[in-house]
């Protein structure tokens, strides 16, 4: 798992020896769906690896990434399959942004601290880095502040070199042991739904922090056009409107969904079904 662009589909590429597809180096996303890949080794062993869409994704709302992802977990679950492992990728050269913070905290109450030791916090790209100094600020600055919570629970960082040998070590490391994703014991043990959920009631406090900033940016934009002398400054203060006025409408439709109905909510208090 982890953001569009952070090298997801090339991890499992270079596990798996499929050719890099056309924009897993790149921004654009190139995971639409789940996709699972199983592989045999000469040893015996057999692994299934599965690429998620990633959050902030260019073709996709953020919800329906993780109503992809949590159906696919859901599923898994109910067959009585858990994961050995989990792999949020990062750009080393990334510094933890606004929207890359959102994302990272989307993940983390996905897997739940219980969790925590199956996880691996994946640094890649190291290859393209020029100012190695500076990137191991970075990453030392992640470990340090954001990531800190999940590494003191269990989590590791593992640096990915971009090579088969790379991404195998840190799969292997993993050993064997297996463990199920608080989302998962939300959905199947606690019978909960996913607005209902840790990741689903975070993720719409995440679009209400969007739809404030959404109405103060169109609020700006509304006293600059009516100030504004210029035409063709105008125009262009115009479509800017029109432009966030459609996107802060997505939003509000996006927390529409993700909205738990009052009978619904009297329902859950009476009932207190917790998770595992």
């Not at 769906?33 to 000469?42: E, G, H, M, P």
């Amino acid at each position: 798992m982890g953001p569009t662009g952070s090298g997801k589909s090339n991890f499992v590429n270079k596990l798996t020896g499929n050719k890099d597809e056309k924009g897993a180096h790149t921004l654009q996303s190139c995971t639409q769906d789940i996709r699972v890949f199983k592989v045999s080794l000469t040893d015996g062993r057999h692994y299934v690896f599965v690429d998620t869409p990633g959050f902030n994704n260019t073709l996709q709302s953020d919800r329906d990434v993780i109503q992809t992802i949590s159906d696919w977990l859901e599923a898994t679950y109910r067959a009585g399959v858990k994961l050995t492992g989990v792999i949020y990728t990062h750009r080393a050269t990334d510094h933890m942004s606004g929207t890359l913070r959102k994302n990272f905290d989307m993940f983390s109450r996905l897997c739940g601290e219980k969790a925590a030791e199956r996880v691996r916090l994946v640094t890649t790209m190291w290859d393209k880095v020029k100012d190695m100094e500076r990137v191991r600020s970075v990453v030392s600055l992640l470990e340090g502040e954001t990531w800190r919570p999940l590494l003191d629970a269990g989590a590791r960082h593992e640096k990915f070199e971009n090579s088969p040998k790379s991404a195998w070590d840190i799969v292997i490391g993993l050993g064997v042991k297996t463990e199920a994703l608080v989302l998962q014991e939300e959905l199947v043990d606690a019978g909960r739904r996913l607005n209902e959920t840790t990741a689903g009631k975070t993720l719409y406090s995440q679009y209400q922090k969007i739809l404030d900033d959404q109405r103060e940016t169109i609020k700006g934009i509304a006293e600059e056009i009516k100030g504004e002398q210029d035409p063709k400054i105008a125009r262009d203060l115009q479509e800017e409107y029109r432009r966030i006025e459609t996107q802060l409408h997505r939003t509000i439709e996006e927390m529409e969904s993700l909205k738990i109905p009052m009978g619904r909510r009297i329902s859950l208090f009476f009932s207190k079904k917790p998770a595992r």
